[in-house]
């Protein structure tokens, strides 16, 4: 590819001409919107380790009174966007919250889609749309967009958990809002319950006839078109086992969360899912085009990724730039390793730009 003219090469009076009538020369930055072959990536390659990050999360629960941050996050931001940008990549924003026994986090519903990984801690839960989800280690639990939400903690010691948000896309798009309510009345029935069972749902009578799609129209409350807000980590790492011992040839052993009524993904921008690692397995992960947020739920595992390796321990999380191959290897010969895994690959089918490379 030749070089184009740059932007020096033009006189300075016909440049601040342009500039009078907000106008702009494409060719002094055709090639950096439109690099050859592969595009720039702001997101570096970041690890953020639990043990380090817990103590000041705790310091804030004594700095921060909960009615001064409503959400006591610390935000876990890619250096490469800009901390005060607050993304680990260009669609995912990644914090820790904390909340403290007695605490409350009160009601309010926004346009970005949240999920929650509980971290650690027992005795919290997260109130969606009426629904009351309790918070367990390893549970993935859906705040969808304009869905209500409030957090309460009914236990003995703090609770943390990592929030998945697509922030970045939605502000982005200047569609970033939060409307503030009042506390929920919880009602009965919890979709994971009505759906625990893959291949089997909830069917009411008369709505299924004539193999209508009925999405919503289960046994619970449809909570606009996400009838499953909590996926218990037991439920999903008994998945993962079960499908280890059925399929002892297969390499990977991963699921994907999904909307039970649609078998689509759980959320509309980004895609959640776990992996399991058998001992002493090393997975490579072709390079696609969506970054890559990875949390450890139990065991260890190394992330190679672009000459770093970094180390992950429990509840320890890290985010990988697109079109980049990962490698990861379980740390253990004799136990297996779970990860949770988060990315873009939604909102990248939805641009119609989503790549495997191999
Ligand atoms: O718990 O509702 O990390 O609204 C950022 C924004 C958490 C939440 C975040 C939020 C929340």
Redesign the pocket.
């Known amino acids: 590819m030749h070089e184009l003219g740059r932007l020096e090469d033009l006189p300075q009076a016909y440049r601040d001409e342009l500039t009078a009538l907000n106008l702009v020369p494409l060719w002094p930055s055709l090639r950096a919107v439109l690099p050859p072959g592969v595009p720039t990536r702001n997101t570096q390659p970041t690890h953020w380790p639990y043990q380090s990050l817990r103590p000041l999360l705790m310091q804030a629960g004594e700095l921060t009174p909960m009615e001064k941050a409503?959400?006591r996050?610390l935000?876990l931001a890619n250096p490469g966007h800009g901390l005060e940008n607050m993304k680990a990549s260009p669609a995912m924003?990644l914090?820790m919250?904390l909340l403290l026994p007695g605490e409350w986090?009160p009601s309010?519903r926004?346009t970005?889609n949240?999920v929650?990984m509980i971290v650690e801690g027992e005795g919290a839960y997260?109130t969606v749309d009426g629904e009351k989800c309790p918070m367990e280690r390893g549970d993935l639990i859906l705040?969808p967009t304009g869905l209500w939400?409030e957090?309460g903690h009914d236990g003995t010691d703090p609770v943390v958990w990592l929030?998945v948000?697509d922030?970045p896309v939605i502000y982005y798009a200047e569609t970033s809002y939060?409307i503030e309510g009042q506390r929920q009345e919880v009602k009965p029935g919890h979709g994971e319950q009505a759906y625990a069972r893959g291949g089997v749902a909830p069917t009411p009578l008369f709505v299924r006839q004539n193999g209508e799609a009925g999405a919503g129209a289960g046994a619970v409350a449809s909570h606009g078109g996400y009838p499953m807000l909590r996926y218990p980590w037991a439920d999903a790492k008994a998945a993962l086992q079960a499908m280890a011992a059925d399929l002892p040839g297969q390499e990977a052993i991963q699921i994907t969360y999904i909307n039970p009524e649609t078998g689509k993904d759980a959320q509309n921008n980004l895609g959640f899912y776990a992996l399991m690692l058998r001992p002493g397995q090393t997975l490579r992960l072709p390079a696609r085009s969506p970054s890559c947020v990875f949390h450890q739920i139990e065991g260890g595992t190394d992330v190679a990724v672009e000459g770093h390796t970094f180390t992950l321990a429990e509840a320890d999380t890290c985010c990988t730039p697109g079109y980049t191959a990962v490698t990861l290897t379980n740390r253990s010969a004799s136990a297996p390793a779970f990860v949770f895994m988060a990315d873009e690959s939604p909102f990248h089918r939805k641009l119609g730009v989503y790549e495997n490379r191999g």
């Open positions: 409503e959400r996050v935000v924003y914090g919250q986090a309010h926004h970005p949240a929650r997260t705040t939400h957090h929030d948000l922030l939060a």
